[in-house]
């Protein structure tokens, strides 16, 4: 079982790309490719959801609250990211290890195949998996493998224009899903 939360919704925003592409829109765009994917290409291997199928904002307790009654494996949270302009790259964020929560070394095998599949098949820049106290983390990690996908930078004019394209879109989702079946075929 799989969450999928593309971040942001409704009245969030997120970041505004250079391009004036909106991140609420992109993460989304890639969530529902994972989907399609799935079912195309993995014949539906997984079963994904998503924590907003549309443009509308759902609180961070929420998501966390909708993934523990799915009782998920893994939740991936979707994001981009909005720094100067020479910021580029991906990163990925577990939860702050510190906590020692029992999902923790499971997270970062995830966000590390996430980040490998992504960086290593599509380009961008692997700037590592790092811990962080987002709620989204907090609320998830201590009943599965959470991880937050920061997708590149909004703001800069290269990584904002690439979401611009189908293709492009279609690409990141399938590195995150080839991310996550490479997480569970190494049975971490």
């Known amino acids: 079982m799989i969450v999928i939360d593309p971040g942001h919704g409704g009245t969030d925003s997120g970041a505004i790309g250079i391009n004036d592409a909106l991140e609420k829109d992109v993460v989304l765009s890639v969530a ?21 199928y ?5 609180s961070l307790k929420d998501r966390g609250q909708l993934t ?21 790259g991906m990163e990925v964020y577990v939860h702050d290890p510190k906590t020692l929560q029992p999902h923790i070394k499971k997270s ?3 966000g590390v195949s996430i980040l490998i599949e992504s960086t290593g098949k599509l380009g961008f820049k692997g700037r590592g998996v790092k811990f962080a106290n987002f709620q989204v983390l907090r609320e ?20 904002a224009d690439y979401y611009l394209k ?6 990141m989702a399938l590195a995150i899903l080839m991310g996550l079946y490479n997480y569970f075929n190494a049975g971490l």
């Not at 529902?32 to 907003?52: G, M, P, Q, W």
């Not at 549309?54 to 759902?58: A, G, K, P």
């Open 166 to 171: 189908k293709k492009n879109i279609r690409a």
């Open 32 to 52: 529902k490719e994972i989907i399609v994917l799935n079912k195309t290409i993995f014949d539906e291997r997984f079963a994904i959801y998503l924590t907003r």
């Open 140 to 159: 998830t990690v201590a009943h599965c493998s959470s991880v937050l996908v920061e997708m590149g930078f909004m703001t800069h004019a290269d990584e």
């Open 54 to 58: 549309t443009d509308t904002l759902i």
């Open 68 to 88: 523990r009654a799915l009782k998920a494996d893994v939740f991936v949270s979707l994001h981009c990211n909005a720094l100067p302009k020479t910021s580029k």
């Open 108 to 110: 970062i095998g995830l």
